[in-house]
């Protein structure tokens, strides 16, 4: 998407040909810089450390890993050690695994001298994929959008909660929750955005805010705690979120909080969407919250934050009472009763396994 008018991407080949550049997304809003990743090692750190992050981003960085991977180690212990790596880099956001599976399935079977150029083209296709399928997402929910925009009368901005960085900045381009919001935008309906700070890293206001900015989308930055207020005073027409993994039920894992905001959101009767790609739906669970591994982070991530100082520079300051112990858990899931609408590549169903296989019935189980 936009950044003053110039096109980006969060990743792309390097023009070596050997390595990728990616936007290192713990130095924005404030810096933007690229990063070069030239290495297995370098892969891990980007997604360890959310220089990446994102689960279609998560995904496409592995790819490129594992590729980068194979310039040191071209061998069967090579491709095992580079996948083991890079599937231990975080556990919740399934596409991870996913694009792991899919780059390294058939490069066993390759030449070891081909391995590199194999996976890094297939790394590509999968990139590519995601920016279809993230433009698609915004096809289809842009309509849920213009929908409301109608019912309402027609006569004020669709107002849209979000919460975390569900934008271009967590995929190749686009996003996913916002990628309707994008499509509405441009289309002429008229949307403001309530963004969720989304404590503690604070995707939302330093991500979501920053992608908005740079494409001229009306919105608002709110505290965590404020949705449910608003959504009491009729503030909030539509909630929209992304996925780091959702189960063949419907039920949604995403960023701490989400689950929250579905609660509020179905106590105030306020539609309540998730957008995700096919490589964030994980086909082999049903029940989220028992079966999906939650990502404990760093309690630093709680206990401190990093900001610009007024002279321009950065300084990290402690925000918690010193000693007090921390949780951390970066995740939570929303049970697929709460959830209107799955709005995917292939169009939009219910949160359900009806809806999900209705969409993509070729992963019906074997019976
Ligand atoms: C389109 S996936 C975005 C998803 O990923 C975020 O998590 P993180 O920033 O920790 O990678 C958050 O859950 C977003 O909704």
Not at 15 to 31: C, E, K, N, W
Not at 38 to 58: K, N
Request: hydrophobic share 40%; proline share 6%.
């Amino acid at each position: 998407m936009n950044i003053d008018g110039q096109p980006y991407r969060t990743i792309f080949p390097d023009p070596d040909g050997v390595s990728v550049q990616v936007i290192d997304q713990t130095r924005l809003p404030f810096a933007f810089e690229l990063k070069r990743l030239a290495t297995l090692e370098d892969a891990a750190v980007a997604i360890r450390t959310m220089i990446v992050r994102g689960a279609p981003l998560i995904g496409v960085t592995a790819a490129y890993g594992l590729a980068l991977a194979m310039r040191a180690d071209a061998s069967h212990d090579g491709i095992d050690r580079a996948v083991a790596t890079l599937a231990a880099t975080r556990p919740t956001a399934i596409n991870l695994r996913w694009a792991l599976d899919r780059v390294s399935t058939n490069l066993r079977q390759v030449a070891p001298d081909e391995r590199f150029a194999r996976a890094f083209a297939e790394a590509g296709r999968i990139a590519e994929e995601d920016v279809a399928s993230c433009r698609a997402i915004g096809a289809h929910g842009s309509q849920v959008i213009a929908d409301l925009h109608r019912a309402k009368g027609g006569d004020r901005p669709v107002t849209v909660l979000t919460h975390c960085n569900a934008g271009w900045l967590a995929t190749v381009d686009w996003g996913t929750a916002l990628a309707p919001i994008y499509a509405a935008h441009e289309r002429g309906v008229p949307v403001h955005v309530l963004v969720d700070e989304t404590r503690p890293r604070s995707q939302g206001a330093a991500l979501t805010a920053f992608e908005l900015n740079g494409h001229g989308v009306p919105h608002t930055v709110i505290a965590d705690n404020a949705g449910g207020h608003l959504m009491q005073h009729g503030g909030v027409d539509l909630c929209i979120v992304g996925s780091d993994r959702t189960t063949a039920s419907g039920d949604v894992c995403n960023k701490i909080g989400t689950y929250l905001k579905a609660l509020a959101a179905h106590d105030n009767g306020v539609p309540f969407y998730a957008a995700l790609p096919f490589s964030t739906i994980d086909w082999t669970l049903d029940d989220g919250v028992k079966e999906i591994p939650i990502e404990e982070r760093d309690g630093r991530e709680v206990t401190h934050m990093t900001g610009r100082l007024p002279d321009g520079g950065f300084a990290t300051i402690e925000v918690v009472s010193p000693g007090s112990p921390v949780a951390n858990p970066a995740f939570d899931v929303t049970p697929a009763r709460l959830v209107t609408g799955i709005i995917t590549e292939r169009g939009i169903c219910e949160a359900s396994a009806e809806g999900l296989y209705g969409l993509y019935p070729e992963r019906r189980k074997a019976a």
